[in-house]
Nanobody, 114 residues
Framework: QVQFVESGGGLVQPGGSLRLSCVAS????????VAWFRQTPEKQRELVAT???????NYADSVKGRFTIFRDNAKNAMYLQMNSLKPEDTAVYYC????????WGQGTQVTVSA
């Protein structure tokens, strides 16, 4: 059963913005640090950003200053605001717990291209 559901991806020009959304079941979301990951066929899955249940955040150096992760615990939801997008941000984006992964969702494709 899919427990994380990502949405909001699409095609955007370099320098553009997207906001990704992720909803999860309460049992796999509440009280956990959660994260956005991204993956391409050529690269291993990369940790993009994390946020604890209390709202403390960390970012990969490659996205620091451009992306913002936030969460709404009441809705069992998390978001990734992506600004100043670059072609190298192109990937399938997934959400999950930072540790002790739950079943993965389908991901959402982000393509940054002119």
């Amino acid at each position: 059963q899919v427990q994380f559901v990502e949405s909001g991806g699409g095609l955007v020009q370099p320098g553009g913005s997207l906001r990704l959304s992720c909803v999860a079941s309460r049992s796999v979301f509440s009280g956990y640090a959660v994260a956005w990951f991204r993956q391409t066929p050529e690269k291993q899955r990369e940790l993009v950003a994390t946020i604890t249940s209390g709202g403390s955040t960390n970012y990969a150096d490659s996205v620091k200053g451009r992306f913002t992760i936030f969460r709404d615990n009441a809705k069992n939801a998390m978001y990734l605001q992506m600004n100043s997008l670059k072609p190298e941000d192109t990937a399938v984006y997934y959400c999950n717990r930072e540790f002790a992964f739950a079943p993965w969702g389908q991901g959402t494709q982000v393509t940054v291209s002119a």
